[in-house]
């Protein structure tokens, strides 16, 4: 997940500063850094930050847009009332951490859970040796968190509503029952993972059964592409949620539409050189142009097929728009465990 990270003061700068040598020298992803520019703080062009002159709520939203962690190295009242205006849903918001300004403490302020923020922080905090805040009922008590649980299984939450009653139960250290392998269930069960069941439960995980093979001319814009496969999978029954993964060739993994898709909805990006591409088995719609650009004949086909794993099936042909394809399958042979 990106990470952009904005900081108000001379000791945050060091702090920040501090975090993108420290995941640097880790091998992490770097952290962008920015400095809020006013009169009394400004930033040297030498340094790895970044200056911003807008407002703490103009970055907030440049984060949010981003579907970006955002960190803020300040007080706490200054990220509360900088997020304010970008918090929507449970479910979709952007991950939010607070850093004081000496690095002492880290606190996930927001989508601990499904947004990762909790783990984020953890990380934060074992980088600079400080004490991360962690305010989450279920991890304080040590208790088994549903949403985490779908997060980290890439399970789709059907019924939001019943994360809450799932997540009290096991507050009060009473057993949770999940049925997953053994299913279906013989009785009654607090969570089920099925694609779909007519049995009593309270919280149903859906397995994401889907891959989208994407491919795409250099440059593509992320909203006209975003709008092309929703459209085309709309039109299939078939919603973002759903999505496993995007499969693509490597050369595309970096694509600015590609990595929105990948952040805006949290699917994971599979990518495949031209020779395991070839190897791909079926019939694929084949294009020697685009075998002439990127060493293969089909991109989107393909890279579906690889990423939907043994005995895929095909739910959406190639499908061309401007400057992009894409193709979907339905995942094969799936271990829920």
């Known amino acids: ?195 779909e069941t007519d049995r009593e439960y309270t919280l149903l995980l859906s397995p994401k059964p889907y891959v989208l093979g994407i491919g795409m001319k250099r440059g593509q814009d992320p909203a006209e592409t975003e709008r092309f496969v929703r459209d085309c999978l709309q039109q299939h029954g078939i919603s973002m949620e759903e999505l496993y993964a995007i499969g693509t060739i490597d050369l595309k993994e970096q694509e600015k539409a590609i990595l929105f898709l990948s952040r805006k909805y949290r699917i994971p990006v599979l990518s495949f050189d031209a020779a395991l591409l070839e190897q791909a088995e079926g019939d694929f719609a084949g294009s020697m142009f685009v075998k002439e650009t990127v060493g293969v004949d089909n991109v989107c086909e393909r890279a579906a097929r690889l990423a939907a794993g043994v005995k895929a099936e095909r739910v959406i042909g190639k499908t061309k728009g401007d400057g992009v394809t894409l193709a979907v399958y339905r995942r094969g042979e799936r271990s829920y465990v």
């Open 1 to 195: 997940m990106k990470k952009m990270a904005i900081c108000f003061s001379g000791a945050g700068k060091t702090l920040v500063r501090r975090l993108q040598t420290a995941v640097q020298e880790k091998g992490m992803k770097p952290i962008e850094g920015y400095c809020l520019v006013r009169s009394n703080n400004t930033v040297d062009e030498t340094e790895t930050l970044i200056p911003y002159a807008g407002t703490v709520e103009e970055w907030a939203a440049l984060a949010a847009g981003s579907h970006a962690c955002a960190i803020f190295v300040g007080a706490t009242g200054i990220a509360v009332r900088a997020v304010a205006g970008i918090v929507r849903d449970k479910l979709t918001d952007i991950p939010v951490i607070v850093i004081d300004d000496l690095g002492q403490f880290v606190i996930p302020l927001l989508s601990g859970h499904l947004g990762g923020a909790n783990q984020i922080a953890m990380t934060l905090a074992a980088l600079l040796d400080a004490v991360p805040v962690i305010t989450t009922a279920t991890d304080l008590h040590d208790a088994f968190s549903v949403d985490t649980f779908a997060r980290e299984q890439r399970l789709r939450i059907v019924n939001r509503e019943g994360i809450k009653s799932v997540s009290a139960k096991a507050l009060e250290g009473k057993p949770v029952t999940l049925s997953w392998k053994q299913y279906p269930p013989k009785n009654p069960v607090d969570v089920i993972v099925a694609d």
